[in-house]
């Protein structure tokens, strides 16, 4: 399909909801990773609100409310899962641009076309890591291909005198230690399999690490192991 | 001009509030819909074709507000014309999946918008913000009637095409054209 180039009409007309389906899923794939759309299409949203305001307020019937959370509850895995793969593929298309100048790394995120294809085809999965009030904390993609594990921390930094350590969680059998996570991102070799349904989890340690070789602080974050993609 | 919404709540609440949803807190969730959806729900009951409609739309609306919350970015929009661009596109997503809307219904809504639209030199505050207001009258009455159609009402291009017997792509062009007047008039922001 021929791409839009008029940016300030596309972003116009799709707030103004008189594009065709289409073409309101391609802008809407497009604001995820093309800033000035979805600047311009901010900015559209705030010009044409006052007409949005006369409509003025009409309270829902009480029973909405109820309907609503059912079915947020309902979807609830799914629509955790689609949160997780937004997550993963923005941090994806992050990590590419590793060591690059932040300038670089911008046209890399910019455009799709120049964001390498992933890597060989391995089993992967994914896990968000939650703490107890359901905030996320660790995001991971494990890649079985290539061995590796990629642990992002989007919550807290441990205490400065403690370190957070990653554990796979088998549903039987002892956890298996898989090294400290004190960096924001860590790119680890796995010298473990891990399977569906398994589960990661972080737990607060003496700087360092754990000094037994077993979980000896609090289990502050854990996620279950999804098959991605 | 966005400082804060109509019912008083600040819009660093909702910011606040919309950080909290997006990382899955229902009790933020409840208080936000709380806040916004009398709003909302007056948006998506002026597009739908029934109130029962309206109802059915206002849920989808708010389930994906819980789905994209963590794609609202309070540096391009702030959360109450976020959440009125989806509540707007599920309500005419759902307008566009029934049967088309009959033609006395466009009489009515002519005519409604007809006692909403300013009489030349009135300074009325009728119709959005002053400045939007004074722009939409700079407008030609048909480029004007069809801006308020699509936003308020939910027209597609199709329906005005057949409203203001003009071809579909000319209707694309008049929109376009007519939307960056309005742009240029508000003084490019």
């Known amino acids: ?229 | 001009m966005l400082g804060s919404t109509s019912d008083g709540a600040p819009q660093g609440e909702l910011v606040t509030l919309m950080a909290a949803v997006a990382s899955r807190n229902e009790a933020a969730f409840k208080t936000l819909y709380e806040r916004t959806s009398a709003k909302l729900f007056a948006v998506v009951r002026r597009i739908s074709v029934s109130e029962a409609a309206a109802e059915e739309a206002l849920q989808e609306a708010w389930v994906r507000i819980w789905n994209n919350a963590d794609r609202f970015d309070p540096a391009v929009a702030s959360p109450i014309t976020w959440m009125t661009t989806i509540a707007r596109h599920t309500a005419i997503d759902s307008v566009r999946r029934g049967a088309e809307r009959v033609s006395a219904t466009a009489i009515e809504i002519d005519e409604e918008l007809a006692e909403k639209l300013p009489a030349p030199g009135a300074t009325a505050d009728g119709l959005g913000g002053p400045h939007l207001r004074r722009c939409l009258d700079g407008l030609e009455a048909d480029r004007r009637g069809m801006v308020l159609l699509a936003y308020c009402y939910g027209w597609s291009r199709e329906e005005l095409s057949r409203r203001f017997d003009r071809p579909v792509a000319t209707v694309k062009t008049v929109l376009r054209r007519s939307l960056i007047a309005l742009k240029e008039c508000l003084g490019g922001r």
């Open chain 1, 1 to 229: 399909m021929a791409v839009d180039d008029d940016i300030e009409g596309l972003a116009a007309e799709y707030v103004l909801g008189t594009l065709d389906p289409s073409e309101r899923r391609d802008v809407e794939a497009r604001i995820e990773r093309d800033p000035a759309l979805a600047v311009a299409v901010g900015g559209w949203a705030g010009r044409l609100q006052p007409l949005a305001d006369l409509a003025g307020e009409i309270p829902p019937p009480v029973s909405a409310w109820k309907s609503i959370l059912a079915r947020i509850r309902d979807a609830g895995e799914a629509g955790r899962v689609l949160v997780l793969e937004r997550t993963v593929r923005r941090w994806r298309l992050a990590t590419v641009g590793v060591g690059i100048a932040a300038a670089v790394l911008a046209v890399i995120v910019g455009s799709d076309r120049l964001v390498p294809p992933p890597p060989a085809p391995g089993l992967s999965y994914v896990a968000v890591l939650n703490g107890e009030a359901g905030q996320p904390a660790f995001v991971a993609a494990v890649d079985t291909g290539s061995g590796t594990i990629r642990l992002r921390r989007i919550g807290e930094a441990p205490p400065p005198d403690k370190s957070y350590e990653l554990w796979q969680v088998p549903a039987s059998g002892p956890t298996v230690s898989m090294g400290v996570a004190d960096n924001l991102s860590d790119l680890k070799k796995l010298n473990v399999s891990l399977k569906d349904g398994e589960k990661l989890a972080i737990s607060l340690e003496p700087k360092g690490g754990s000094p037994t070789g077993q979980a000896t602080g609090p289990i502050v974050y854990v996620g279950a192991l999804l098959p991605a993609e």
